[in-house]
């Protein structure tokens, strides 16, 4: 079973940067790809990035690209998603999620198994 714990969120101006963590509790973090979707009041669930169990490839929704960046270190079996260049629409509670092991990450919501509880963003104009 893999736990997944967000953190990182906040109330912050257009323009300001956040970065999210999120801390697996597994025993090979290297075993997962990792990805990070969000969700806005009244929408659904939608892919932000990912990231392979490495790190070798990363992928990002066009709405984030050059703006936000996944990275992930193993040994701290922590993955991270720094925003930059923040808009109001970027509000919505971000979770990291992780599919089966081994499995390669993607940006199909259904494909993942594991879910974290959550972390919100609140980007204000």
């Known amino acids: 079973q893999v736990q997944l714990v967000e953190s990182g969120g906040g109330l912050v101006q257009a323009g300001d940067s956040l970065k999210l963590s999120c801390v697996a509790s597994?025993?090979?973090?290297?075993?997962?790809?990792m990805g990070w979707f969000r969700q806005a009041p009244g929408k659904e669930r939608e892919f932000v990035a990912r990231i392979s169990r490495f790190g070798a490839t990363t992928a990002y929704a066009d709405s984030v690209k050059g703006r936000f960046t996944i990275s992930r270190i193993n040994n701290k079996k922590t993955v991270y998603l720094q925003m930059n260049s923040l808009k109001p629409e970027d509000t919505a509670i971000y979770f990291c999620a992780a599919p089966a092991r081994y499995q390669p990450s993607t940006q199909y919501s259904s494909n993942y198994a594991y879910w974290g509880q959550g972390t919100q963003v609140t980007v204000s104009s």
């Open positions: 597994v025993l090979s973090f290297s075993d997962y790809a």
